[in-house]
């Protein structure tokens, strides 16, 4: 199955390193499609120049985040994971057959080349521990006889699925017969996007438990330090124009 993972991403000091890091590992992963949603009014020069370079199978979408929604405290990229998701469903609406596995790939997060052949086997929706997330070194689903029991957590141990948006995997006929599962701002509680997703298209004793048993950490939810710009110029003053 083609793997499709979709990337939200925004213009700031990091976002080409960022951007350049997932790429590098993108690349080494066979039959893997990159759907890169800028939250942006339209496609960046950056971004374009960037896919163009990457070498990689790409699709390069955008939408923007109503300025309402930009608060801390506020759940980020829903539109955009959505974008990704409606361009997904309507590329495979005549083609129900073909085998694929969607992901959801923040563009700050580890990624490990293990961790794409654990989802490639995904049936149905899959789920594995994730690292350094949930104020602890890491969180992970519990396991016993093969099922998910519950969850090893230190925040907010009551939601339905205690697990970062890196924790899973969603095959494709999944999301293509769940045609209305979408992230929602309505309602939707900050850490609350996975499980108002999740419980969407399955249920907790179908989740399907990889990386051994959810005992080892594949993806980590690395977050990159703000950069210091204070010595930055208020005027261009270099000679030549130069892309960060
Ligand atoms: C945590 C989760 O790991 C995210 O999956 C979840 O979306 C997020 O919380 C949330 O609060 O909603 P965190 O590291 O705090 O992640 O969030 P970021 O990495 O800053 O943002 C998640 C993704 O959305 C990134 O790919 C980022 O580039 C993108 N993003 C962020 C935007 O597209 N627009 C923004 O304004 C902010
Ligand atoms: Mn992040």
Redesign the pocket.
Known sequence: PTIYAI????SRPVQKAELTRLANTFRQVAQLHWILVE?AAARSELVSRFLARAGLPSTHLHVP?PRRY?RPGL???TE?RNAGLAWLRQRHQHQRAQPGVLF?A???NTYSLELFQEMRTTRKVSVWPVGLVGGRRYERPLVENGKVVGWYTGWRADRPFAI???GFAVSLQVILSNPKAVFKRRGSQ?GM?ESDFLKQITTVEELEPKASNCTKVLVW?T?TEKVNLANEPKYHLDTVKIEV
Do not use: S
């Open positions: 990337t939200p991403t925004y939250d985040t930009k759940p980020r990229a955009q959801f923040d563009d700050d970062d948006m890196a900050p996007q939810h977050r």
